[in-house]
């Protein structure tokens, strides 16, 4: 049975010590909202129940969000016994369970039906972040990439969908050639499976796309809407994407389309947009790329008209210095961009007097200084030299690019940047 939106997956911060009863067979449960879940009830821990679905999937799901007849059955099963247990002393209490490297606690959801082209059913897959309450509607972004896509995509995407609370949906049969024919029954397909199944604001959907499928974005845009923001990943915008927000563009530094991508870039994306360059060619992004243009492109929203909307601007910046905090020590550049990108978000007391103790660590840290500086001479880079290329061949202008780039590794000797500047002249 597919499971509705508020069964979402919880990975648990505590470990439940005492008694441990038997599993409760498969059966039916009910949520307080009314829809229903085939499970076995493996065990209690703390206020959460483990299930195994009948697909044979782990479900995590808090207790409260049960009918309250349910939560009597899974508390007499699983809680007889722990009455009059003596108390393990605090000393001895075990160590909360940390989530691990990819584990989030969203919910997955597959084969969302979004219509029908002649005999092909299409589907959507979608990842729902676990700040998405039952009956919340948030923003969506929308990712087309021409190559084969399935429920296993959405993981590059987690992170940044957590953290801003955005939900991530793709289409699993979006292809060139059925964009070609199809485009506006899959985009209309799309937008309808959003609208009934997802808990989506198809009001506020942002678009993101790899390479060549920034053209298939484009184009179910006629029946989307225009998107509030644009991620791409080695896809150059042409002439006719016009009236575009605000992007974060990354594309190789070695990449053959940089003269383009630049171009492009500068002319067509709104003015606050960030372009940055990267090492891998044309190659696709990171998990932590595509969170790092999610974060930004939320920063833009919840600084701006995501201002008015101070739940979902709280929660935001909650999980945004949450995140920084995470990555202080092991990432500290990465975390220190978005402190400086964050400045004009509006905060309340404790998280200004958070964001500020942060920006005060990280701000002692030359190298985070210089990477920060790194933004701004790449942008200098793309703008003022690369675009002016006649060609990736043009050799007049890789020489002024070489020299440029030269004097950028000296004063960015140390950071993240150095590995981008020796990708040069390694043409993909």
Same mark, same amino acid.
């Given at each position: 049975m597919r499971l509705e939106r508020f069964f979402v997956a919880f990975f648990l911060v505590v470990v439940c010590q005492g008694f441990s009863a038997e599993p409760i067979a498969e059966r039916e449960w009910t949520s307080d909202a009314g829809t229903k879940l085939t499970a076995s009830a493996m065990e209690l821990r703390g206020d959460t129940v483990i299930f195994n679905s009948s697909d044979g999937r782990q479900i995590d799901v808090p207790l409260a969000r049960l009918v309250e007849a349910d939560q009597a059955i899974l508390r007499e099963h699983f809680m007889q016994g722990e009455e009059g247990q003596d108390a393990k002393p605090e000393e001895e209490n075990v160590e909360p369970v940390k989530k691990g490297k990819g584990e989030f606690p969203g919910e997955v959801r597959e084969n969302i039906k979004a219509g029908e082209l002649g005999a092909l059913q299409t589907y959507?897959?979608?990842?729902?972040?676990?700040?998405? =309450?039952?009956? /919340?509607?948030r923003p969506a972004f929308c990712y087309v990439d021409m190559r084969k896509?399935?429920?296993?995509?959405?993981?590059? $995407?987690?992170?940044?969908?957590?953290?801003?609370?955005?939900?991530?949906?793709?289409? #699993?049969e979006m292809s060139g050639g059925l964009l070609e024919e199809f485009v506006d029954p899959l985009a209309e397909g799309w937008l309808a499976a959003m609208k009934n199944e997802l808990p989506v604001d198809v009001e506020r959907l942002y678009g993101g796309a790899y390479s060549s499928g920034l053209k298939g974005l484009m184009q179910i845009r006629e029946i989307l809407g225009d998107?509030?923001?644009?991620? #791409?990943?080695n896809g150059s915008f042409s002439k006719e994407d016009t009236g575009l927000p605000v992007c974060y563009g990354l594309v190789g530094l070695s990449a053959k389309?940089?003269?383009?991508? #630049?171009?492009? $870039?500068? =002319?067509?994306?709104?003015? !606050?947009?960030? @372009?940055? $360059?990267? /090492? !891998?060619?044309?190659?696709?992004?990171?998990?932590?790329?595509?969170?790092?243009? @999610?974060i930004f492109l939320a920063i833009q929203y919840y600084s701006d008209d995501g201002a008015r909307k101070p739940e979902e601007l709280i929660g935001f910046v909650d999980r945004l210095l949450e995140r920084i905090q995470a990555v202080s020590d092991s990432d500290p550049e990465r975390a220190y961009m978005?402190? =400086?990108?964050?400045?004009?978000?509006? =905060?309340?007391? /404790?998280q200004q007097a958070k964001w500020e103790s942060l920006q005060t660590k990280l701000g002692q840290t030359e190298s985070c200084k210089a990477y920060y500086t790194g933004f701004e001479l790449f942008e200098d880079l793309g703008f003022k030299v690369i675009a002016e290329a006649e060609s990736t061949v043009d050799e007049k202008a890789n020489k002024k690019i070489e020299k440029e780039l030269a004097r950028m590794k000296e004063e960015l000797e140390g950071t993240k940047w150095i590995p981008v500047i020796e990708s040069y002249g390694k043409e993909d």
């Open positions: 959507l897959a979608a990842y729902i972040p676990s700040s998405v =309450k039952a009956d /919340a509607k896509s399935s429920a296993e995509t959405l993981d590059k $995407f987690k992170a940044g969908s957590e953290v801003t609370g955005w939900l991530v949906v793709l289409s #699993t998107y509030d923001g644009v991620l #791409t990943v389309i940089r003269v383009n991508f #630049t171009k492009y $870039f500068e =002319k067509q994306a709104e003015r !606050d947009s960030l @372009m940055r $360059f990267t /090492a !891998d060619g044309r190659g696709d992004a990171s998990p932590d790329d595509y969170e790092d243009g @999610m978005w402190i =400086k990108q964050s400045e004009e978000l509006k =905060k309340n007391d /404790a």
